[in-house]
């Protein structure tokens, strides 16, 4: 999750609040523990402006569906992590 909020925010159109969470977003990435570190990436997917924040969810939602249905559809979640990154 940390890499598809680090890519969306690093490709996203450039703004003052995008500027803003770049820097936490690396610096959640760099917490050690996996639940602190889920609950920052929350907490800053939710400071994202709403229109922004619902491509995200949009993003997210199709790419876990894409994961989940696997085995029909033949794409490995190491792809999916692939596609993000």
């Not at 996203?12 to 500027?19: C, L």
């Amino acid at each position: 999750m940390c890499r598809l909020m680090f890519h969306f925010v690093t490709t996203a159109v450039k703004s003052a609040v995008f500027a803003e969470l770049y820097e936490s977003v690396i610096a959640a990435n760099h917490i050690e523990d996996q639940t602190k570190r889920m609950l920052k990436i929350k907490k800053l997917l939710h400071e994202l402006p709403e229109h922004n924040f619902e491509t995200f969810h949009f993003i997210a939602q199709h790419l876990n569906l894409v994961a989940n249905h696997g085995s029909m559809n033949k794409v490995r979640v190491q792809l999916v992590d692939w596609v993000v990154t």
